[in-house]
């Protein structure tokens, strides 16, 4: 089996193949690839044994799947009325422009950033909020306090690349 089918038919098996847990399946399978592939859903109709327009259904209906390619960081910035009221239309654009987004644009080419905006996220009290990979809660957030967790990140992201590629340079002249 492709390799890639593997982890897919692990995630099934785990959830003993039942429809009922498809919902859980998709965001378990969301994890693993960043985002629902087309061949993915359909070797899960197959695999499940129901049709793909099931599968392609509930994939499109809920908004926390995508079907296109997204990157290492989702950066979602709430648009909700509290966040909404207190700025975070600004503050989504100055994260756009920082990032080099252009418009329609919500993935960066190197693949590292996504931007999108949804409705509330429950923290009203910590307005505008955005939130970096399901767990990095910004509360109170500033355009610039924003445009610097994410400059971080890349900073971050590039030592990581530096340090790769040394060892790997190393590693080529041993
Ligand atoms: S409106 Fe943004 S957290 Fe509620």
């Known amino acids: 089996m492709d390799r890639k089918f593997e982890r897919l038919q692990e995630i099934i098996e785990s959830h003993e193949g039942r429809v009922s847990h498809l919902i859980a399946i998709l965001q378990e399978v969301q994890e693993e690839y960043r985002y629902l592939p087309e061949e993915v859903l359909t070797y899960i109709a197959t695999a499940m044994d129901i049709s793909p327009a099931t599968v392609y259904g509930v994939a499109t209906f809920y908004s926390q799947f995508s079907l296109v390619p997204r990157g ?19 503050i989504h654009e100055a994260l756009r422009e920082s990032l080099g987004l252009a418009a ?22 910590l307005a505008p ?4 990979n399901g767990d990095e809660v910004h509360g109170q957030t500033t355009k610039e306090s924003i445009v610097k967790a994410v400059k971080k990140i890349v900073s971050q992201e590039q030592q990581e690349e ?8 190393c590693c080529q002249n041993a």
């Open 72 to 90: 290492k960081y989702i950066v979602r910035v709430c648009d909700g009325t509290a966040c909404h009221v207190r700025g975070s239309e600004p």
């Open 104 to 125: 329609g644009q919500t993935t960066t080419p190197d693949m590292q950033f996504t931007v999108e905006t949804v409705s509330c996220l429950g923290a009203c009290g």
């Open 129 to 132: 909020v955005v939130v970096i």
């Open 162 to 169: 530096n340090k790769n590629s040394s060892e790997m340079g």
